[in-house]
């Protein structure tokens, strides 16, 4: 799995194409309105994968209920306990 700090749309629809084989794809997509997902219509849409987009609400974060629990969760059991100096720390803080 690639990481990135400053993921874009050409990143995005690579890591997509990676992550689901063409027959293995998932009917929906969920995503928020961030640029980085600016340009995956074209790969996952139409002839490319058959993934239909569904974008959730500006400022709506409860339309995305799955992920704000796990951010929360995140929080209260991880970061809520411990000062975070930089990234290898908070990579270490979250393994």
Same mark, same amino acid.
């Given at each position: 799995?690639?990481?990135?700090?400053?993921?874009?749309? +050409?990143? !995005?629809?690579? *890591? %997509?194409?990676?992550?689901? &084989? @063409?027959?293995?794809? &998932?009917?929906?997509?969920?995503? =928020?309105? =961030?640029?980085?997902? +600016? +340009?995956?219509? %074209? !790969? /996952?849409?139409? $002839?490319?994968?058959? /993934? #239909?987009? %569904?974008?959730?609400? &500006? #400022?709506? &974060?409860? *339309? @995305?209920?799955?992920?704000?629990?796990? $951010?929360?969760?995140?929080?209260?059991?991880?970061? =809520?306990?411990? $000062?975070?100096?930089?990234?290898?720390? %908070?990579?270490? $803080?979250?393994?």
């Amino acid at each position: 799995m690639a990481v990135t700090a400053r993921p874009t749309s +050409a990143w !995005t629809a690579q *890591q %997509l194409r990676e992550a689901f &084989p @063409n027959n293995e794809a &998932p009917r929906f997509l969920l995503h =928020d309105h =961030d640029s980085a997902f +600016a +340009a995956v219509h %074209l !790969t /996952i849409g139409g $002839i490319g994968m058959g /993934i #239909r987009q %569904l974008r959730t609400a &500006p #400022r709506s &974060p409860w *339309q @995305n209920g799955y992920v704000e629990r796990v $951010i929360g969760s995140v929080r209260r059991e991880c970061l =809520d306990h411990v $000062i975070v100096l930089n990234e290898a720390g %908070l990579r270490r $803080i979250l393994a």
